[in-house]
C-alpha cells in the first residue's frame, strides 16, 4: 500500500503568480487534509475533505486559497497572486475515518516547499 | 492562543536511556492525542495515540501517558536509538465531535548522542 503522495515537491515562485498542489491520499481513505508548516512551528489546519464534501476550512484559508477534491480522490491546493507570507511547507493528510467519535489517525505525506520571492 | 504546548524546544539524551518528551494542552473537550516524528525535509510520520478513556498506551519502546487532570501527556522512549533523534509534535483533536482536526505543538527537537 503506497502512502500519501504529493506534487511538487518544491515550488519556487514568484509574488503575484498563481501555485497548485496536488496531494494523492492513501487509496480509500475517505478523509483528507491540508496543512500548512512554517519554521519553528508545528503543522496548521487549513481545510478537510471528507469523500467530495469540503466541511471545514480555517480562518487561515484567506480567499486567496481554494482546495478541492472532485471526486473523492485526491485533491489540489490553489493559491493564487502568491505572498512572500505563503512561503510555507504545505501538508497534506489522509485518513479513513469510520465515526462514532473514534479518534481519526492521520498519514502525512512528504509535504511541498512553496518559496514565493 | 496555543492550545497545544511543547514547552521544551530541545531534549539531547544518550543512547541506551530514556526519553521523555512532554506536552500540554488547555482544551478540556480534546478527547484524542497522537505523537509524531518528523526528519527534515520529510511529512510527519505516526507514532503512536492515546484516547481519553486510556492513561497509557504501549507500542514498542514508545509509551503515551495522559493525565486529563492536569491536561498534560508525555511520549516516553525506551531505550532510545541514534535513528529517534528527529523532531516530535503532539497532537490533540476532539474525537467526540468527528472533525478530525489536528492542533499541532510547537514540537520537541530530540537528539540521541552514540
Known amino acids: 500500500d503506497t502512502g500519501v503522495s504529493q506534487d511538487p515537491r518544491h515550488k519556487i515562485t514568484k509574488r503575484g503568480q498563481n501555485v497548485t498542489f496536488r496531494c494523492d491520499p492513501i487509496s480509500e481513505h475517505n478523509r483528507l487534509y491540508w496543512y500548512r508548516q512554517t519554521l519553528g512551528q508545528g503543522p496548521e489546519f487549513l481545510t478537510y475533505?471528507?469523500?467530495?464534501?469540503?466541511?471545514?476550512k480555517s480562518r487561515l484559508l484567506s480567499d486567496r486559497f481554494s482546495a478541492e477534491r472532485p471526486k473523492g480522490s485526491f485533491s489540489t491546493l490553489e493559491i493564487q497572486r502568491t505572498e512572500q507570507g505563503d512561503s510555507a511547507m504545505y501538508l497534506c493528510?489522509?485518513?479513513?475515518f469510520g465515526g462514532g467519535g473514534v479518534g481519526d489517525t492521520q498519514y502525512f505525506g512528504p509535504g511541498t516547499r512553496l518559496t514565493v520571492l | 492562543d496555543q492550545q497545544v504546548k511543547q514547552n521544551s524546544p530541545s531534549l539531547s539524551v544518550q543512547e541506551g536511556r530514556i526519553s521523555i518528551l512532554n506536552c500540554d494542552y488547555t482544551?478540556?473537550?480534546?478527547?484524542?492525542f497522537l505523537w509524531y516524528k518528523k526528519y527534515p525535509a520529510e511529512g510527519p510520520t505516526f507514532l503512536i495515540s492515546?484516547?481519553?478513556?486510556?492513561d497509557k498506551n504501549e507500542d514498542g519502546r514508545f509509551t503515551v501517558f495522559l493525565n486529563k487532570s492536569a491536561k498534560h501527556l508525555s511520549l516516553h522512549i525506551v531505550p532510545s536509538q541514534p535513528g529517534d533523534s528527529a523532531v516530535y509534535f503532539c497532537a490533540a483533536s476532539q474525537a467526540s465531535s468527528n472533525t478530525g482536526k489536528l492542533i499541532f505543538g510547537q514540537g520537541t527537537t530530540l537528539q540521541v548522542k552514540p
Open positions: 475533505f471528507q469523500n467530495e464534501a469540503q466541511l471545514e
Open positions: 493528510a489522509s485518513s479513513s
Open positions: 482544551n478540556s473537550m480534546f478527547d484524542y
Open positions: 492515546i484516547s481519553s478513556i486510556k
